[in-house]
């Protein structure tokens, strides 16, 4: 069964920096996208960034600049650099991924960790 583990959020001042990761594993053929989003206290989710398979990346207006989506060379982890983080940045931070298995495509959602920019 594929499973994403996230990893890297905590408390951190503003201006401060975090690096998530997002782990992937389980009978994984490719990973297509995968992109972080987030959720803030009584918010909808939003996408954050998102990186594809060819390594093509899209970020929100209000991250654009400030956070960075990576790969590793093994293709299983990625990462979001947060850099200059503010304050409207705290929220919980998921992991979505459309993955390719050996029984066909699937999309899974991390179990979220919870990142606090306070002061």
């Known amino acids: 069964q594929v499973q994403l583990v996230e990893s890297g959020g905590g408390l951190v001042q503003p201006g401060g920096s975090l690096r998530l990761s997002c782990a992937a594993s389980?009978?994984?053929?490719?990973?297509?996208?995968m992109t972080w989003y987030r959720q803030a206290p009584g918010k909808e989710r939003e996408l954050v960034a998102t990186?594809?398979?060819?390594?093509?990346?899209n970020y929100a207006d209000s991250v654009r600049g400030r956070f960075t989506i990576s790969r590793d060379n093994a293709m299983t982890t990625r990462y979001l650099q947060m850099n200059s983080l503010k304050p409207e940045d705290t929220a919980i931070y998921y992991c979505?991924?459309?993955?390719?298995?050996?029984?066909?495509?699937?999309?899974?959602w991390g179990q979220g960790t919870q990142v606090t920019v306070s002061s």
């Open positions: 990186i594809t398979s060819g390594g093509s990346t």
């Open positions: 389980g009978g994984i053929v490719d990973i297509k996208t």
């Open positions: 979505y991924s459309e993955i390719l298995t050996l029984l066909g495509l699937t999309n899974v």
